[in-house]
T-cell receptor, first 115, second 111 residues
Framework: GAGVSQSPSNKVTEKGKDVELRCDPI?????LYWYRQSLGQGLEFLIY????????KSGLPSDRFSAERTGGSVSTLTIQRTQQEDSAVYLC?????????????FGEGSRLTVL | GEDVEQSLFLSVREGDSSVINCTYT??????LYWYKQEPGAGLQLLTY?????DMKQDQRLTVLLNKKDKHLSLRIADTQTGDSAIYFC???????????FGTGTQLKVEL
């Protein structure tokens, strides 16, 4: 498809398990972003990729969170030893690196529920 | 503070105007944005304003920017039920593409 694709759309896991969330950005978009949306919390920035490198990881909440991007395209967000407070919708967005207006194109998100 | 602030809820009647307000933090933001999130969907860019403008109009949407007070507003004229959604304002801190979003305002349009 032409948009940002995320999988899985829904994930239910048990506390302590690891999860991987995948993002496939729009073709040609070199910038990729992960945000977390919690109820009543708005969107929380997690990490930003330019190509395969991550110049800004400042939003990752703990060392249980990591992300990688390979081939300048697909990105994976990994949460190790999940906790109940990790329950949220994880949104991925992509953009043109040199986009003057900074428009981000968002996927529909991966809803994570940690029991 | 460091947060981009918005009120959480707004309820209007169909046909009335809606005004959603936002207070941002970074005076160096080049652009300020309004994104819309419909139920179960990702965010979509609704409109944006360049920081050297104080008003932008786009069909039913009017964006007002008060740089002195760091206040941004979105007015939707003739609000329709299809406008029911969560509206997020966002700023580009440091002028880059990394956006900082507000908490979102849930707009409910009643018949």
């Amino acid at each position: 498809g032409a948009g940002v694709s995320q999988s899985p759309s829904n994930k239910v896991t048990e506390k302590g398990k690891d999860v991987e969330l995948r993002c496939d950005p729009i073709s040609g978009h070199t910038a990729l972003y992960w945000y977390r949306q919690s109820l009543g919390q708005g969107l929380e920035f997690l990490i930003y990729f330019q190509g395969n490198s991550a110049p800004d990881k400042s939003g990752l909440p703990s060392d249980r969170f990591s992300a990688e991007r390979t081939g300048g395209s697909v990105s994976t967000l990994t949460i190790q030893r999940t906790q109940q407070e990790d329950s949220a919708v994880y949104l991925c967005a992509s953009s043109l690196a040199s986009g003057n207006t900074g428009e981000l194109f968002f996927g529909e998100g991966s809803r994570l529920t940690v029991l | 503070g460091e947060d981009v602030e918005q009120s959480l809820f707004l309820s209007v009647r169909e046909g009335d105007s809606s005004v959603i307000n936002c207070t941002y933090t970074d005076s160096s933001s080049t652009y300020l944005y309004w994104y819309k999130q419909e139920p179960g969907a990702g965010l979509q860019l609704l409109t944006y304003i360049f920081s050297n403008m104080d008003m932008k109009q786009d069909q039913r949407l009017t964006v007002l920017l008060n740089k002195k007070d760091k206040h941004l507003s979105l007015r939707i004229a003739d609000t329709q039920t299809g406008d029911s959604a969560i509206y997020f304002c966002a700023e580009s801190r440091g002028g880059g593409n990394k956006l900082t979003f507000g908490t979102g305002t849930q707009l409910k349009v009643e018949l």
